[in-house]
T-cell receptor, first 113, second 116 residues
Framework: DQQVKQNSPSLSVQEGRISILNCDYT??????FLWYKKYPAEGPTFLIS?????DKNEDGRFTVFLNKSAKHLSLHIVPSQPGDSAVYFC????????????FGPGTRLSVLP | DTGVSQDPRHKITKRGQNVTFRCDPI?????LYWYRQTLGQGPEFLTY????????KSRLLSDRFSAERPKGSFSTLEIQRTEQGDSAMYLC??????????????FGEGSRLTVL
């Protein structure tokens, strides 16, 4: 049973528009959430995180929103750029220690010029 | 380049053979992690080290899998008697240790294993 779900395997967005990537989790013990980005032939790279004491965290063009009651988080990218085309993984954990991270299956984002 | 490096990048082997992957973490990082990623899935945690101590290994997939970090620097992941189901990308990551603020892991490019 997947504890972290990303129900959209792929997403296409026009350059300059907003990209919204969604993630749902089932374990109510999760208190820490992260997004990683992965380009082909490279390892995942950290993008942004949020702890459960917040409902929003922003870093430049990237904003993560957390709705704990719905066990849902989303990553907003505004404005989207072609260089954002990658696979995005959501991860959840009860803490910020890597051995406890549970990753979702990923969403492939394509930003069209 | 001072990132996490993994070797080899791609290994093709026959079923029943042993394979070993090496990971060199970022030099000042004391935590090192091994993950496995199969097609269409996210990384799955296998084991981790703090310095030379292996603090979690119960999630290694079977007793055919073992990992070492003998001097607290580089690490090796060995798979004995490989099976076709072992075909996957094996990712290494490192971090600065517990209590760091962002939860950021630094991943290597991975070692892709193909078992024929």
């Amino acid at each position: 049973d997947q504890q972290v779900k990303q129900n959209s395997p792929s997403l296409s967005v026009q350059e300059g528009r907003i990209s919204i990537l969604n993630c749902d989790y089932t374990n109510s013990m999760f208190d820490y959430f992260l997004w990683y980005k992965k380009y082909p032939a490279e390892g995942p790279t950290f993008l942004i995180s949020i702890s459960s004491i917040k409902d929003k965290n922003e870093d430049g063009r990237f904003t993560v929103f957390l709705n704990k009651s719905a066990k849902h988080l989303s990553l907003h990218i505004v404005p989207s750029q072609p260089g954002d085309s990658a696979v995005y993984f959501c991860a959840a954990s009860r803490d910020n220690y890597g051995q406890n991270f549970v990753f979702g299956p990923g969403t492939r984002l394509s930003v069209l010029p | 380049d001072t990132g996490v490096s993994q070797d080899p990048r791609h290994k093709i082997t026959k079923r029943g053979q042993n394979v070993t992957f090496r990971c060199d973490p970022i030099s000042e990082h004391n935590r090192l992690y091994w993950y496995r990623q199969t097609l269409g899935q996210g990384p799955e945690f296998l084991t981790y080290f703090q310095n030379e101590a292996q603090l979690e290994k119960s999630r290694l997939l079977s007793d055919r899998f073992s990992a070492e970090r003998p001097k607290g620097s580089f690490s090796t992941l060995e798979i004995q008697r490989t099976e076709q189901g072992d075909s996957a990308m094996y990712l290494c990551a490192s971090s600065a240790g517990q209590g760091f603020s962002t939860g950021e892991l630094f991943f290597g490019e991975g070692s892709r294993l193909t078992v024929l």
